[in-house]
T-cell receptor, first 112, second 114 residues
Framework: GDSVTQMEGPVTLSEEAFLTINCTYT??????LFWYVQYPGEGLQLLLK?????DKGSNKGFEATYRKETTSFHLEKGSVQVSDSAVYFC???????????FGKGTKLSVIP | KAGVTQTPRYLIKTRGQQVTLSCSPI?????VSWYQQTPGQGLQFLFE???????NKGNFPGRFSGRQFSNSRSEMNVSTLELGDSALYLC?????????????FGPGTRLTVL
């Protein structure tokens, strides 16, 4: 079945550092890929998405590119801020599927 | 537009009891999905409703059930609660079912089973 593997956390970075959170997936066909963010005590917010190979999703300085050849969707940000501290989830929805399949989440802490 | 709302936000129950959680989707959204979030298992799909019909169900026992009303509001019920049912239950709504339709999540209901 479908699955998502993302890098284990927690990740601690200094403000203005470069962020990469790795995400790889297993799915048949061409799934849609998503990154969600969860702030403490809140639900999930969609950060960005990509629906086909080579698409780049971007939002609030975060970017991720759908790489079919490596089945990856790594999240990057050039300069993190303290306000980016949260848990980040990579997810996929298979073609024709009704459900999101999530990775385990990566907790990011950004220190001033 | 108001976002997805879930009630109650917090709930404490004892083993063997049953519980009902409620979710109101964004106005105009007809699909509602439920997920369970625990530290050990992460986020797991429970079920999805669209136009009052259950479209898909995750790998959970029959104690977990749900329904959707004609106004798209949804309820989830868990009977004979177990300690392992303690979790954050998240509801998500989308305009339509399936595909790359964006799912908007509510703040969740934190259920604690004692």
């Amino acid at each position: 079945g479908d699955s998502v593997t993302q890098m284990e956390g927690p990740v601690t970075l200094s403000e203005e550092a470069f962020l990469t959170i790795n995400c790889t997936y297993t799915a048949t066909g061409y799934p849609s890929l998503f990154w969600y963010v969860q702030y403490p005590g809140e639900g999930l917010q969609l950060l960005l998405k990509a629906t086909k190979a080579d698409d780049k999703g971007s939002n609030k300085g975060f970017e991720a590119t759908y790489r079919k050849e490596t089945t990856s969707f790594h999240l990057e940000k050039g300069s993190v801020q303290v306000s980016d501290s949260a848990v980040y989830f990579c997810a996929l929805k298979g073609a024709g599927s009704y459900q999101l399949t999530f990775g385990k989440g990566t907790k990011l802490s950004v220190i001033p | 537009k108001a976002g997805v709302t879930q009630t109650p936000r917090y709930l404490i129950k004892t083993r063997g009891q049953q519980v009902t959680l409620s979710c109101s989707p964004i106005s105009g959204h007809r699909s509602v999905s439920w997920y369970q979030q625990t530290p050990g298992q992460g986020l797991q799909f429970l079920f999805e409703y669209f136009s009052e019909t259950q479209r898909n169900k995750g790998n959970f026992p029959g104690r977990f059930s749900g329904r959707q009303f004609s106004n798209s509001r949804s309820e989830m019920n868990v009977s004979t609660l177990e300690l392992g049912d303690s979790a954050l239950y998240l509801c998500a709504s989308s305009l339509r079912s399936g595909g790359a339709n964006e799912q908007f999540f509510g703040p969740g209901t934190r259920l604690t089973v004692l």
